[in-house]
């Protein structure tokens, strides 16, 4: 599908961009191979046990290292190569590996969105995230996940859903997409 990115709302436009030029920066390609080759071995049951924990391990601090320095990548990467982390209504961790990464899963009393029933449903599909997923054929989850990263550092004096700035720490640029040549996407 080709996206027509300006004709998203003022909430989704940003975080469809920077969606859109994620996918197609190298840095970030590469960095989604080694997960996914990596992911693989951490997941197969022909693998032994202490390979599989070691490709774990790996694929965790590599979550970290990437995660840390643009966590839109890090998002990302939950939804591309998924570990998932139960969190209980209450709050207290239900189910889920000492390294994994997420996406964080954690459905709230009242909530009009049941995230158990959206989880089961994306992961018994396969239809994962890769980067071939442009921004209007992404799963609700992920753009939920993706749109509030955006929210943290969205520099507009108000946020267009809550009309306060409660869920934006402080205002500033993004800049992480300094080797990327708009014309050649």
């Known amino acids: 599908m080709k ?17 859109t030029l994620l996918r197609h920066n190298k840095q970030f390609e590469a960095d989604v191979n080694w997960f996914s080759a990596k992911y693989k071995k951490a997941t197969s049951k022909r693998v ?11 694929c965790h601090q590599k979550y970290e290292g990437i995660n840390k320095i643009n966590p839109f990548a890090g998002t990302a990467l939950q939804w591309m190569s998924p570990m998932p982390i139960f969190i209980k209504e209450n709050g207290d961790k239900a189910h889920s590996h000492p390294n994994s990464w997420g996406p964080i899963i954690w459905p709230a009393k009242g909530d009009k969105i049941d995230v158990l029933k959206e989880w089961k449903e994306y992961e018994t599909s396969k239809q ?6 442009d921004w209007f054929s992404i799963n609700k989850g992920f753009k939920r996940a993706f749109l509030h990263q955006y929210r943290q550092i969205d520099s507009r004096p108000l946020n267009p859903l809550t009309k306060d700035r409660s869920d934006a720490p402080f205002p500033h640029e993004t800049d992480f997409f300094k080797d990327l040549v708009l014309r050649r996407i």
Do not use: Y
């Open 3 to 19: 996206t027509n990115l300006p004709s998203l709302s003022d909430n989704e436009i940003n975080s469809g961009k920077i969606w």
């Open 48 to 58: 032994k046990q202490e390979s599989r924990e070691a490709a774990l391990t790996d």
């Open 128 to 133: 994962w995230l890769t980067l071939d997923t």
